[in-house]
């Protein structure tokens, strides 16, 4: 990887990272009252880096900056294209055209596995780091071609990962007030280094967080690292793997996406195929669709004796739409991308 052309944000994070999050935090209350803001620093749970003295803050902060690179590459105009991609994205997961692992939905945050899927959270056997496992191959959908094309490509053109690197993407959808907890990506499962593609509206990524529940309330990060449309960040060594992060609910003020670009490690472990269990909100997809489909045949068996003929038969296709801007079913090479810097 050619590390020269990233920016180095070990300087520009330290003189300007207090300022910016708090810009940014400040951005995304303000439209709440001052009585409710009150009530909820009073219960902010307290994370064990609360416990640190100033000097063992500073030097928890210099190492977290010295696992984060960071670079906006798209422009205004290529991020509009993918984001009408990532549209298209929603529209065939909503017409239940992808694999049972590819989509995974919760109530303010909807995730896409393309080319490797795996087990987390609610979803694991055996709860804990450690325990993640891969769906086995073929489990999800490929990587589309247009991830190929207008995101993985320019970052291969651009020095920021290497050809051939990605072998997993996910997309993150976020409605407003969407998260995601604090983690650390699977070291078992996933290579070095995550590279992330952000788009739709600026948000935050923050380092060390820990979190309550019911409400979700969130204590105060060590680092809150601001993300603004078609930038691009990548996280190694100390950030990627010993300190978690999270996306809080307040620093996701309009709907945000964020591409997640990642390589499996080649042993990393899998699930057996008689192991896999549908996760709940999966399983409450297909009771859903189960429960049509027994509507629809029971209102066509009470009215088969007089209207037979006016009924046509339901046809069914398990084969997936790929909405795609290939010609002829070959993958045009873009010219190479403009990597402007700002």
């Known amino acids: 990887m050619a590390t020269e052309s990233i920016t180095d944000l070990r300087v520009k994070i330290h003189n300007s990272s207090h300022t910016r999050a708090a810009e940014f935090e400040k951005k995304a209350h303000t439209k709440q009252k001052s009585s409710s803001s009150n009530t909820q620093k009073k219960n902010i749970p307290r994370s064990k880096y609360d416990d640190y003295n100033t000097e063992e803050k500073e030097e928890e902060l210099q190492k977290v900056m010295s696992g984060i690179q960071q670079r906006r590459l798209f422009t205004e105009d290529e991020?509009?294209?993918?984001?009408?991609?990532?549209?298209?994205?929603?529209?065939l997961a909503d017409l239940g055209l992808y694999k049972e692992h590819t989509v995974d939905r919760a109530p303010l945050r909807n995730k896409y596995f393309f080319g490797e899927?795996?087990?987390y959270g609610a979803q694991l056997?055996?709860?804990g780091p450690g325990n993640e496992r891969l769906y086995s191959k073929g489990d999800v959908d490929e990587i589309p071609n247009w991830i190929h094309r207008l995101?993985?490509?320019?970052?291969?053109?651009?020095?920021?990962i290497q050809e051939g690197f990605v072998n997993s993407a996910?997309?993150?959808?976020?409605?407003?007030?969407?998260c995601i907890v604090s983690h650390i990506d699977p070291p078992h499962i996933f290579e070095r280094p995550i590279v992330s593609v952000s788009f739709f509206s600026e948000s935050a990524l923050s380092f060390g967080c820990k979190f309550t529940f019911k409400p979700i309330r969130v204590s105060k990060p060590v680092l809150t690292l601001p993300i603004s449309r078609g930038c691009v960040t990548l996280l190694s060594g100390y950030?990627?793997?010993?300190?978690?992060?999270?996306?809080?609910?307040?620093?996701?003020?309009?709907?945000?996406?964020?591409?997640?670009?990642?390589?499996v490690r080649d042993d990393a472990p899998r699930l057996e195929p008689d192991a896999e269990i549908p996760s709940p909100s999966r399983k409450r997809t297909m009771l859903s669709s189960n429960n049509n489909l027994a509507r629809i045949q029971s209102r066509r068996s009470s009215t088969s004796s007089s209207s037979d003929e006016s009924i046509k038969p339901v046809k069914?296709?398990?084969?997936?739409?790929?909405?795609?801007?290939e010609k002829d079913g070959k993958l045009t090479t873009p010219d190479s991308p403009k990597t402007i810097n700002r």
């Open 117 to 119: 899927g795996y087990t």
């Open 170 to 178: 996910v997309i993150n959808d976020y409605k407003p007030g969407g």
């Open 151 to 160: 995101v993985i490509r320019p970052l291969c053109d651009a020095g920021v």
């Open 239 to 263: 950030a990627a793997d010993h300190i978690t992060h999270c996306v809080r609910p307040e620093d996701v003020v309009s709907r945000r996406a964020v591409i997640i670009l990642r390589r």
């Open 79 to 91: 991020c509009k294209h993918i984001e009408k991609k990532i549209d298209k994205v929603v529209k």
């Open 125 to 127: 056997a055996k709860k």
């Open 316 to 325: 069914v296709s398990s084969k997936v739409i790929c909405l795609t801007d």
